[in-house]
């Protein structure tokens, strides 16, 4: 797949923004905040409905307006595909798909997109929700119609817990509380199908795994995956986890949604005590070793990074494989900063071969040769391309994207800039 175009109005930083990408390498350079990342972000929101920095969607829209709109022209071989989506400060997102109404879960059938940024040191060594939502992300694009299963659960897990709050205050005991019994059924069906959607995703990540490790780092320090499950009895997010790696011979989905009805009985009274839903996906972490050893606590920075950066290869890999659209776009945001030499080669060496590839970089010098190609720079917002023969950024407005806007593509400078 291949990012032809690319069109703001209103994103983060930028009043208006068009941005023409080729394919091969493609390298935006600008001082720490100009708006690089932001750029990387609208992307990456396309085929992932989410962001890599923020949890929720209104930090993306520009201080003073009430939504902000990412288009993007798509080419999937021959087919050309115009995808657009409005991310409203409140209330639901829109999308729009060759210009007609969609469904916003949608939208990652087309975008395939695969990130390495900063932030991806969080997940390897920050709590465990920065884990969850790296698995969940990869979920939606590996099979879109997770997303309507995600949100779904979400829902109900905000309205059961509701209830035991309410339950709380009102000093119900768990046997008098006989209307949680419909919520529970609700919560087991969706989570049973995210937890059992987990442990399949991280078998079929490990063997890609272990050989993007061994590659960013060279050498095979057996890098492992495995889910901490709350339906096992533990807590993962209290530190009592119990594990599982995924692996074909591991619990089937009705073993799963046992487990789960069990747990959740086993858990009513401290449930209604503490006022929190104590069971599910949402309380489960993702278990990452290396030498056998926990990466969080015992992993040296060198190794974080290598295993972060294999996970990312990893999920490129996978997307790789199972996609007919061809390779998922990969976005090195910043990353080389980041590395050593060594590694800065190695990740180089690896990712060239992609179909489409976009670097950000604040020190031009940072990017290694096999992707130093086509150099886009940008200044406050504003996006030159260095290419005199192609077509510059503003002219992009002219062509069937349509625009956010008139006049050349600025932006307001202000904390959202990066």
Sequence with gaps: MIVEHLNLGDFRNYATADLTLHRGPNVLVGSNGQGKTNLAEAIVFLATLGSHRVSSDAP????????AVVRARLAHGERKVLVEVQLNRQGSNKARINGSPSKTNELPRYAHVVLFAPEDL?????????????????????TPRMAGVIADYERVLRQRTALLKSARARGVRGEGLSTLDVWDDKLISLGSEIIHARLRLASDLQGPLAEAYTAIAGADHRPQLEWALSVRGGDPEEGDPSTDSGTEDGPVRGEIEEQFRAALQAKRSKEI?????????????LILRVRDLPVKGYASHGESWSVALALRLASAELLRAESPAGDPVLILDDVFAELDADRRERL????????????TAAVEGDIPEPLHRHV???????????????????????????????????ADDGPAAS
């Excluded at 993306?60 to 939504?67: H, S």
């Excluded at 005590?273 to 972490?285: A, F, I």
């Design 60 to 67: 993306m829209v520009r201080d003073g307006k009430e939504f």
């Design 273 to 285: 005590e503490r006022g929190l839903t104590l069971v599910g996906p949402h309380r489960d972490d």
């Design 348 to 359: 180089a060496a690896i990712t060239s071969g992609y179909e489409q590839v976009i670097v």
């Design 376 to 410: 886009v720079r940008i200044h406050a917002g504003t996006i030159s391309d260095e290419r005199p023969s192609s077509r510059s950024a503003r002219s992009g407005t002219e062509d069937d994207l349509g625009s956010a806007g008139p006049g050349e593509e600025t």
């Design 122 to 142: 969080q997940i390897v060594r920050g709590d465990p929700s920065s884990r969850r939502r790296f698995a969940d992300q990869l979920l939606i694009q590996r």
